[in-house]
């Protein structure tokens, strides 16, 4: 079976701090893709991300960086220098086909 | 990318009601989908949006309680019947635009959602 475990349900930070969102995965595929969303308060989820399971390189964008590693069955999210916009709730979704899976999601609370 | 718009963004609704929900997106997509999220909880997938067929629900959601229509490539329809209180949720609806393969691993765009209230 397939299961995405963030097991922080909520976290605050104060501005400008460093934030580390955990993601722990389980499937049998050895194909598969892991993604990031954002869900601000408005409701819509936006894309963040997705990787795909042949590829454990760990990517940047600007503030936000994932690492990815097969061995942990981990894909964590961190966001540098957090600001008060990047309060949301992110969920970790994990799709072996066009299916998502995804988990209970991590409220982040960014501090002025 | 694609945009998403659905409405209604919110209802309050009688018990035993039933409300119907639009999706609309900018383009013509493969594989449209619809979920629920219960208060501060994660989403589930409610059942996906086949074009002139029937749509392929998910283990626990029936057809005669969430009837879905699927008229063309851009538009879809779920219906929340005969509500209770514990149909209270969000309902949203993706979109994968077409990808090589079975889709595995498309990108999924939601809209905002619709935020209901059953009293």
């Known amino acids: 079976a397939q299961k995405v475990t963030q097991a922080q349900t909520e976290i605050s930070v104060v501005e400008k701090e460093d934030v580390t969102l955990d993601c722990v995965y389980e499937?049998?595929?050895?194909?598969?893709?892991l993604f990031w969303y954002k869900q601000p308060p408005s409701g819509e989820l936006v894309f963040l991300i997705r990787r795909n399971s042949f590829d454990e390189q760990n990517e940047i964008s600007g503030r936000y960086s994932w690492n990815f590693q097969k061995s942990t069955s981990s894909f964590n999210f961190t966001i540098t220098a957090s600001q008060v916009v990047d309060s949301a709730v992110y969920f970790c979704?994990?799709?072996?086909?066009?299916?998502?899976?995804f988990g209970t999601g991590t409220r982040l609370k960014v501090l002025a | 990318s694609a945009v998403i718009s659905q409405k209604p963004s919110r209802d309050i609704c009688q018990r035993g009601t039933s409300l119907t929900i639009q999706c609309q997106v900018d383009?013509?997509?493969?594989?449209m989908f619809w979920y629920r999220q219960q208060p501060g909880q994660s989403l589930t997938l409610i059942a996906t949006a086949n074009q002139g067929s029937e749509a392929t629900y998910e283990s626990g959601f029936v057809i005669d309680k969430f009837p879905i229509s699927r008229p063309n490539l851009t538009f879809s329809t779920l219906t929340v019947s005969n509500m209770s209180p514990e149909d209270s949720s969000i309902y949203l609806c993706?979109?994968?635009?077409?990808?090589?393969?079975?889709?595995?691993?498309?990108?999924?765009?939601f809209g905002a959602g619709t935020r209901l209230s059953v009293l």
């Open positions: 979704a994990l799709a072996g086909t066009y299916k998502y899976i």
């Open positions: 993706s979109v994968a635009p077409s990808g090589p393969g079975q889709g595995a691993g498309n990108i999924q765009y």
């Open positions: 499937t049998r595929d050895t194909t598969y893709y």
């Open positions: 383009s013509q997509v493969t594989m």
